[in-house]
């Protein structure tokens, strides 16, 4: 999605710089291409370092980066899957579950023995976990027709498991005016096929977290697993709570949770690439390892779906956390929180816009008078970039570091103000609503057919050099 709206111009440095259009036979100096990197890097920080994007950026401080960069470079060479040389990847690997399995109450766990892995994203995360309910569910219940229950605002990455995966996935809307699930219809959905069952805390259109308490109560008179998908608050939710924010308990004190995803590349303030997946029963991790022991490369087992991965890319995670500690998180959270709250006031400002949901760190809101997304295209042309959401259509801000610096919230004020009225002077059909809205008339299969035409020349051009000129 946040791809979308670079489907005009995928290639912007094709007059800048040569395309290499195959292996050079003579390697190029490396001070010429470092500085080719410098140039391109100082560009495209300019997009976030304003303050006005949404999400992506969760950090935004480049002494941090660099810090974790050096971290990263020591390690980067080496191999975790071959840990007699990096024995530094264990205890990378060990603290960053430990401190994870920490910050989520792991020590309210009785009974079982918590456990946790670290994977590439909140996707590789929500995957694995999908994939180890799934595993554990046919070694423990016989379940040969696995299916999973989510909430509609549950992220794709549980639609892509349920697709790689051949789970049934089975979708509960969510209350229109809340965004929040109902437990009941969670209920309804829920059979002896039933593998798990998710909730997000918060989920990533509204940040909105579901009722986890209910859920918890469900799976366990259900005898379901159930996902927390903390991949966007698992690192900013707790601290908000201990802030005194409105936080409903969504971690392993609720002993139906069975397991957890938080991302460190996101509230963690890590590089990108890693997350962790925590679990309540050492069991069902265990269900994530993988043994082949009759190769002719001899014997192979990994702890999840990856194989080799950078020892760098622990070492900077695990920096990141030891680098900004309870304290750091907490003082990053409180201004987020707070700036979230100025911003949403901003928007009360206007009676032509309407929250959606209890804003937590991430705000969204729609209009009833106009089109939103005319409110998108002039705040964009002001450098603000926020992201889209449909049915109904609507805008998110997912609010980050860079958003919390000196006048970034003024200039939202300004800028909004501005935006509303050109939103009220439009009469055609916003330039940002093909891409980002939902379709007038639905999702027939013909749309359907076109705008995933649309899509996959978008992923084409991203993973193609420009054609010659
Ligand atoms: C970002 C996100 C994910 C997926 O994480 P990736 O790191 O993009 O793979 C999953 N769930 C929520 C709520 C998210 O915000």
């Not at 924010?245 to 609720?254: E, G, K, N, Q």
Request: aromatic residues 10%; hydrophobic residues 40%; charged residues 20%.
């Amino acid at each position: 999605m946040a791809g979308m709206s670079d489907l005009f111009d995928a290639h912007p440095y094709q007059d800048r710089y040569p395309v290499q259009r195959g292996l050079p036979e003579q390697g190029r100096p490396k001070a010429e291409i470092l500085a080719e990197l410098r140039e391109m890097a100082a560009l495209e920080n300019q997009a976030w370092e304003t303050g006005q994007c949404s999400g992506t950026m969760y950090c935004g401080d480049l002494d941090h980066y660099a810090f974790l960069t050096e971290a990263f470079g020591l390690f980067a060479h080496q191999n975790a899957l071959q840990r007699d040389m990096c024995p530094s990847a264990t205890r990378f690997e060990g603290e960053i579950i430990a401190m994870a399995l920490d910050l989520m109450h792991a020590n309210a766990i009785e009974g079982t023995e918590p456990a946790g892995l670290v994977t590439s994203g909140g996707t590789g995360s929500i995957l694995q976990a999908m994939l180890s309910y799934r595993d554990h569910a046919r070694a423990t219940r016989g379940i040969t027709k696995p299916n999973i229950v989510k909430p509609e605002t549950a992220h794709p990455a549980f639609v892509k498991a349920a697709h790689l995966f051949g789970l049934e996935l089975r979708v509960v809307p969510v209350d229109p005016a809340t965004t929040l699930v109902d437990p009941a219809a969670m209920a309804a959905r829920i059979d002896e096929n039933t593998i798990a069952i998710i909730g997000s805390a918060g989920n990533y259109p509204y940040g909105t977290i579901d009722p986890i308490a209910d859920l918890s109560d469900l799976a366990l008179a259900r005898g379901v697993g159930l996902h927390v998908d903390g991949c966007l608050g698992g690192f900013i939710l707790p601290f908000g709570e201990e802030l005194g924010y409105a936080v409903p308990p969504f971690d392993f004190r609720l002993p139906g949770v069975t397991s957890i995803s938080a991302d460190t590349h996101k509230y963690g303030y890590g590089l990108k690439g890693t997350s962790s997946l925590l679990f309540r029963d050492k069991a069902l991790r265990n269900a994530a390892y993988f043994y082949v022991l009759d190769w002719s490369g001899g014997k192979y087992f990994s702890p999840g779906m990856e194989g080799s991965r950078s020892d760098g890319l622990l070492a900077s995670a695990w920096a990141s956390l030891v680098a900004t500690g309870r304290a750091g998180y907490r003082a990053h959270a409180q201004e987020i929180f707070a700036t979230c709250a100025a911003m949403v006031d901003v928007v009360r400002e206007h009676p032509q816009l309407r929250l959606v949901g209890s804003p937590t760190f991430v705000f969204a809101f729609t209009s009833d008078d106009f089109d939103i997304y005319h409110v998108a295209d002039r705040m964009k042309t002001r450098g603000w970039r926020f992201n889209g959401l449909q049915y109904p259509d609507g805008l998110h801000l997912a609010v980050t570091r860079p958003q919390t610096r000196d006048g970034v919230v003024d200039r939202f004020r300004t800028d909004l103000a501005d935006a509303v009225a050109y939103a009220q002077e439009q009469t055609g059909s916003a330039e940002s609503t093909a891409i980002y809205g939902g379709i007038p008339g639905g999702l027939t299969a013909d749309v359907s057919t076109f705008i995933e035409s649309v899509m996959e020349q978008i992923m084409d051009a991203h993973q193609s050099v420009p054609a010659p000129r």
